[in-house]
């Protein structure tokens, strides 16, 4: 539930960021404010994307075997991963200019007098994280169908939305309780943490279909110190990807992947400047 929750609350600022700029955008003048109601169509056009592509996973997942599901779910994660960790790369390298990249294309599409041109980009950006949002969660939320928690999760993405709002609105006051600055750096960290934790995930649905092999099985027990099946561990386990008794493939893995963020953050570096940009708070 946890992990609905955060997603759908990191996710929906996003999308909330990028349509609130172009509406502070439009609504500052007389022509902007035509586009106003293609603005709102592009958010409905993505929402409908992202529900679209939801209903596809459904049906994907209804006709395969038990197998084949144990496979979707492997690869699932696993892309998941991937592309939380592209969402943060990317905004790291280029935040600093979403401000200005939005408006800029906007007032391209005003000038033009070109409403559907603003119609797509708002629709792009809101179904990017509508979509992301499915493939990150869809191994939680099946999982949670088969175990008849449907109803609780479906209230855990209904309270990470209320609390986006609430998150948004509180960043709007202009840095007096957060910025947006240090939003995105503390986000950014769960984020990958949690893209840990996904890795993992697909890790221990390839060893179940004996794709992958364990080496030593377990390398340790941490359990009596601390159990991943509840408390603490359970959060630490679904948000950092802990195994109180990993094998020594996960802690290989799990190693290399954060080698790779480190020398992935080494080679933006010199390009970037840390996280957002000073126009969002």
Known sequence: MDQVAFIVWRESVEALLVVGILYTWLRASADGRRGLPWLWGGVAAGLMLAVALALVFMGVSTWLSDTGQEWFQAIMALLACGLVVQMVLWMKKHGRRLKSDLVSGAAVNVRRNSWWG?????????????????????????????????????AAGVGGFLLALLTFYILQLGGKVITWRRFFQITEILLLLLAGSLLMNGMDHLISLDAVPTLVDPLWDTSTLLDDSSGVGKVLADFAGYRAMPSLTHVMIFALYWLLIALLYRWLRPAVAPAMVSSHG
């Open 118 to 154: 603003l119609l797509i980009l708002v629709m792009i950006a809101v179904a990017r994280e509508g979509s992301e949002t499915v493939v990150f969660l869809w191994g939680t939320v099946l999982a949670g169908a088969q175990q008849d928690q449907g109803l609780a999760l479906a």
